[in-house]
Structure formats: structure tokens, C-alpha cells
């Protein structure tokens, strides 16, 4: 049984830092892209970022890109997103995903499995 399970969210001020892990068993992790997605209040869930199954290629959403960091151990079957300078408007539920393939991420239609998603409040 594949479980994706996020942990570090929580609140953070505004231009801080926070840190997302997303443990994965049950699957063999370095054959899979990983990736993250949110859902802000409201909206739609969209894209954040993604890295291919050997850490070499990575994707980031406009959004975001030079603020969040995507990173991984294969060796500890964990996926990282590093979020620096966050803003109130990164408010959201993150959600951990995995493919099998590192293309059609920026849709977030079928991934293989989700993660059940954890809160990141940015407080300004």
C-alpha cells in the first residue's frame, strides 16, 4: 500500500522560512517523479513543483519560481520543498505527488498517488 505522507507545515511569518517533507513507502521511490501541488481557500488545486526521479531536472510554477526549492533523497525516500520569502498568498494545502512519468505535471491530472495534503498558513 503507497502512502505519501506530508509533515513541517504549520505557520510561519512572512519572509521567513518553512520546510516540507513528504515520507513515501510502499512504492520504489527512485523510479518516480515527485512533485508538489496547493490548494489556497477558495481556489483551485495548482501546480508548485516537481523533480524528476534522480533529482536532476526540476519544474516550478511562475509563482514561485525563485522562492521554493524542490529537492529529494532517494535513499530516505523523501521528497523536500524549501519555501523562502513566503507571502500571504502561499497560503494553502500542500499536497506531495507522484508519477511515474516527469512530464504533464502542470495539469496535476493523474498522478499515481497523493499524499492527503498539510496546512501552510503564512501570516503577514
Known amino acids: 500500500q503507497v502512502q505519501l505522507v506530508e509533515s513541517g507545515g504549520g505557520l510561519v511569518q512572512a519572509g521567513g522560512s518553512l520546510r516540507l517533507s513528504c515520507a513515501a513507502s510502499g512504492l520504489t521511490f527512485s523510479t518516480y517523479a515527485m512533485g508538489w501541488f496547493r490548494q489556497a481557500p477558495g481556489k483551485e488545486r495548482e501546480f508548485v513543483a516537481a523533480?524528476?526521479?534522480?533529482?536532476?531536472?526540476?519544474k516550478y510554477a511562475d509563482s514561485v519560481k525563485g522562492r521554493f526549492t524542490i529537492s529529494r533523497d532517494n535513499a530516505e525516500n523523501t521528497v523536500y520543498r524549501q519555501m523562502n520569502s513566503p507571502k500571504p498568498k502561499d497560503t494553502a494545502v500542500y499536497y506531495c505527488?507522484?508519477?511515474?512519468?516527469?512530464?504533464?505535471?502542470?495539469?496535476?491530472?493523474?498522478?499515481?498517488?497523493w499524499g492527503k495534503g498539510l496546512l501552510v498558513t503564512v501570516s503577514s
Open positions: 523533480i524528476s526521479w534522480s533529482g536532476l531536472s526540476t
Open positions: 505527488a507522484a508519477r511515474k512519468s516527469f512530464s504533464g505535471w502542470y495539469s496535476g491530472l493523474d498522478m499515481d498517488y
